[in-house]
């Protein structure tokens, strides 16, 4: 490790606690004091997460005392996944949400205005795909044609990718059926035989294949190889209310993700301290890959093209209304 990088002994669960705690005063904010007295910006924030290794930013942000110097009180709430916290943040019940993207482009879809502040990681091979009980008759992809998929939300990140991945295989996904699981209530599902698959991500797919499940398909592979998986966005009046409050928290969680570039082992660290993943299951992780830097539009617009593939959506979404602008 760096000399940056965090001792083990440093993430404490009492730390991810105070993390997850919901600030009583975190709907309403606090006003930042400068020089010239009161800003009037909101610099108490609560972010959405789901309690997986990609998310580990902003756990490494308040951690380190990111949000701190930048005049921000952030605190993580946990929340199955962006189709629950997108309306949570539009609300304002959250004041930012770290969401797949696909979560966020349907939302500008429909008319919700919604801003990307920061970028989270991007997809490899090995960090997501869909598993089988080991004595299943699915060997391959093309097995996978009509049968039932699990996916932690419908119309997002997990059936899109694995449609559009297995569509340029050639495998018919008309007849497949994806159904709503969250993720802890996947292996369960599928050793009961109530689905005939999962679509697992880490900490889950590592615990899965320990437990005997067998990997058919690598979601993020050909079309999908190496897409943006998620980041942070925000509502678009709370971006045009709060820029200062906006720009701090983005620089925060870049300075995160610079150092998991640098060292994603740091990831698998933090990560006990806000799933129930534990240490052997950490280790046993395979990573995804952070990026230093602001959002790369370019790369987020491949989006584009795989939603409009699979028919959720029916228009492309103009990038430059959906990032955030310098």
């Given at each position: 490790?760096?000399?940056?990088?965090?001792?083990?002994g440093r993430?404490t669960?009492?730390?991810a606690?105070?993390a997850?705690?919901l600030?009583?005063t975190a709907?309403?904010?606090?006003?930042?004091e400068?020089?010239?007295?009161?800003?009037?910006?909101?610099?108490t924030?609560i972010?959405?997460i789901?309690?997986?290794?990609?998310?580990a930013s902003v756990?490494?942000a308040?951690e380190?005392?990111?949000?701190?110097e930048e005049?921000?009180?952030?605190s993580a709430?946990?929340v199955?996944g962006?189709a629950?916290?997108v309306?949570?943040?539009?609300?304002?019940?959250?004041?930012?949400?770290?969401a797949?993207y696909p979560?966020?482009?349907?939302?500008?879809?429909?008319y919700i205005?919604?801003t990307?502040v920061?970028?989270g990681?991007r997809?490899?091979e090995?960090?997501a795909g869909?598993?089988v009980?080991?004595?299943?008759?699915?060997?391959?992809?093309a097995?996978?044609?009509?049968?039932t998929?699990?996916v932690?939300?419908?119309n997002?990140i997990?059936?899109v990718?694995?449609?559009?991945?297995?569509?340029e295989?050639?495998?018919?996904?008309?007849?497949?059926?994806?159904v709503e699981?969250?993720?802890?209530d996947?292996?369960p599902?599928l050793?009961?035989?109530a689905?005939?698959?999962?679509w697992?991500?880490e900490?889950?797919?590592?615990g899965?294949?320990?437990d005997?499940?067998?990997?058919?398909?690598s979601s993020?592979?050909g079309v999908?190889?190496?897409i943006?998986?998620?980041?942070?966005?925000?509502?678009?009046?709370?971006v045009a209310a709060?820029?200062t409050?906006v720009?701090g928290?983005?620089r925060a969680i870049e300075r995160?993700n610079?150092m998991?570039a640098?060292?994603p082992?740091i990831?698998?660290?933090?990560?006990q301290?806000y799933?129930?993943?534990?240490?052997?299951q950490?280790e046993a992780m395979?990573?995804?890959?952070?990026?230093e830097g602001?959002?790369?539009?370019d790369e987020?617009?491949?989006?584009?093209?795989?939603?409009?593939a699979?028919?959720?959506?029916?228009?492309p979404?103009?990038?430059?209304?959906l990032?955030?602008q310098d």
């Amino acid at each position: 490790m760096t000399e940056n990088t965090p001792k083990s002994g440093r993430w404490t669960f009492a730390c991810a606690g105070a993390a997850l705690a919901l600030a009583a005063t975190a709907c309403s904010g606090s006003s930042a004091e400068s020089d010239d007295g009161p800003t009037d910006e909101v610099t108490t924030l609560i972010v959405g997460i789901t309690p997986i290794i990609d998310h580990a930013s902003v756990f490494i942000a308040i951690e380190e005392g990111f949000f701190d110097e930048e005049g921000l009180n952030v605190s993580a709430q946990p929340v199955q996944g962006g189709a629950a916290a997108v309306p949570a943040m539009v609300s304002d019940d959250l004041q930012a949400a770290f969401a797949s993207y696909p979560s966020f482009f349907l939302a500008e879809s429909q008319y919700i205005g919604v801003t990307i502040v920061a970028e989270g990681v991007r997809g490899t091979e090995e960090t997501a795909g869909i598993y089988v009980n080991d004595d299943s008759s699915i060997e391959g992809p093309a097995d996978l044609a009509g049968t039932t998929i699990a996916v932690n939300t419908l119309n997002n990140i997990g059936d899109v990718s694995i449609s559009a991945a297995l569509e340029e295989q050639g495998v018919e996904t008309a007849g497949i059926e994806f159904v709503e699981y969250p993720f802890p209530d996947m292996l369960p599902a599928l050793e009961s035989d109530a689905v005939d698959a999962v679509w697992l991500v880490e900490p889950f797919r590592s615990g899965a294949e320990k437990d005997g499940a067998r990997k058919v398909f690598s979601s993020y592979t050909g079309v999908a190889e190496a897409i943006p998986v998620s980041g942070i966005g925000m509502a678009d009046e709370f971006v045009a209310a709060n820029p200062t409050t906006v720009e701090g928290f983005a620089r925060a969680i870049e300075r995160a993700n610079g150092m998991l570039a640098e060292d994603p082992a740091i990831a698998a660290e933090i990560v006990q301290t806000y799933s129930e993943t534990t240490e052997e299951q950490a280790e046993a992780m395979e990573l995804p890959v952070w990026t230093e830097g602001a959002v790369d539009v370019d790369e987020l617009a491949r989006w584009n093209d795989l939603l409009l593939a699979t028919g959720v959506l029916h228009e492309p979404i103009e990038m430059s209304e959906l990032t955030l602008q310098d």
